[in-house]
Nanobody, 117 residues
Framework: VQLQESGPGLVSPSQTLSLTCAVSGVSITTAYYAWTWIRQPPGKGLEWIGYILYSGGTYYSPSLKRGAVISRGDAKNTVYLQMNNLQPEDSAVYYC??????????WGQGTQVNVSS
């Protein structure tokens, strides 16, 4: 299983962030898989954003300060993340992670997002 994140790199404050996680090696609709977005601000720990299940259900971190929407494109085997009203404190490396409830998880290499005017 391989995951490849991509995004704009630089976002202006108050704008919407759109990220893509292209998945290969397994269908995103395969039973029991959860597709998770996580970020790591510079000098800080990992922050869990939310996930979308193989069934299409979604769940988001209640501590997230920005509105987030995780969706998927089945035909492209891709998972998406949108976050609105980004601020400089949202600058981070954003990761896509996959797991099916077992010990094995798969991570993308991450994509850097900088929020700056």
């Amino acid at each position: 299983v391989q995951l490849q994140e991509s995004g704009p790199g630089l976002v202006s404050p108050s704008q919407t962030l759109s990220l893509t996680c292209a998945v290969s090696g397994v269908s995103i609709t395969t039973a029991y898989y959860a597709w998770t977005w996580i970020r790591q601000p510079p000098g800080k720990g990992l922050e869990w954003i939310g996930y979308i299940l193989y069934s299409g259900g979604t769940y988001y971190s209640p501590s997230l300060k920005r509105g987030a929407v995780i969706s998927r494109g089945d035909a492209k085997n891709t998972v998406y993340l949108q976050m609105n009203n980004l601020q400089p404190e949202d600058s981070a490396v954003y990761y896509c992670k996959a797991g099916a409830g077992g010990a094995t998880t798969y991570w993308g290499q991450g994509t850097q997002v900088n929020v700056s005017s």
